[in-house]
């Protein structure tokens, strides 16, 4: 069993930054693969970026290439997303997910899941 919970979130203008955190409790961490996703009112869940077990590998969506990373520090069971140059359109509850596999995580299928945090951008 993993428990997650995300901290972080906030209001900020155009342009600003913020930075997500993910705490987890639970065993064998640095086994998952890790995720942030988000969701917008009236949207589907998307998958923003994730984080193989080692951090030796990432991948982001287009729309947040060259202004979000996601880390990990395994010896204190974090995961991390740094958000710069954020735009409107970044407003949403974002989560925080892990599954010890890549392919469901990424279908938003992961085994376990935050509870959010909510992210507003104003212009």
């Given at each position: 069993?993993?428990?997650?919970?995300?901290?972080?979130?906030?209001?900020?203008?155009?342009?600003?930054?913020?930075?997500?955190?993910?705490?987890?409790?639970?065993?064998?961490?640095?086994?998952?693969?890790?995720?942030?996703?988000?969701?917008?009112?009236g949207?589907?869940?998307?998958?923003?970026?994730?984080?193989?077990?080692?951090?030796?590998?990432?991948?982001?969506?287009?729309?947040?290439?060259?202004?979000?990373?996601?880390?990990?520090?395994?010896?204190?069971?974090?995961?991390?997303?740094?958000?710069?140059?954020?735009k409107p359109?970044?407003?949403?509850v974002?989560?925080?997910?892990a599954?010890k596999?890549?392919?469901?995580?990424?279908?938003?299928?992961?085994?376990?899941?935050?509870q959010g945090?909510q992210?507003t951008?104003?212009?």
């Amino acid at each position: 069993q993993v428990q997650l919970v995300e901290s972080g979130g906030g209001s900020v203008q155009a342009g600003g930054s913020l930075r997500l955190s993910c705490a987890a409790s639970g065993r064998a961490f640095s086994i998952y693969h890790m995720g942030w996703f988000r969701q917008a009112p009236g949207k589907e869940r998307e998958l923003v970026a994730d984080i193989n077990w080692s951090g030796a590998w990432t991948y982001y969506a287009d729309s947040v290439k060259g202004r979000f990373t996601i880390s990990r520090d395994n010896s204190k069971n974090t995961v991390s997303l740094q958000m710069n140059s954020l735009k409107p359109e970044d407003t949403a509850v974002y989560f925080c997910a892990a599954d010890k596999l890549t392919a469901r995580l990424r279908a938003a299928a992961g085994d376990y899941w935050g509870q959010g945090t909510q992210v507003t951008v104003s212009s």
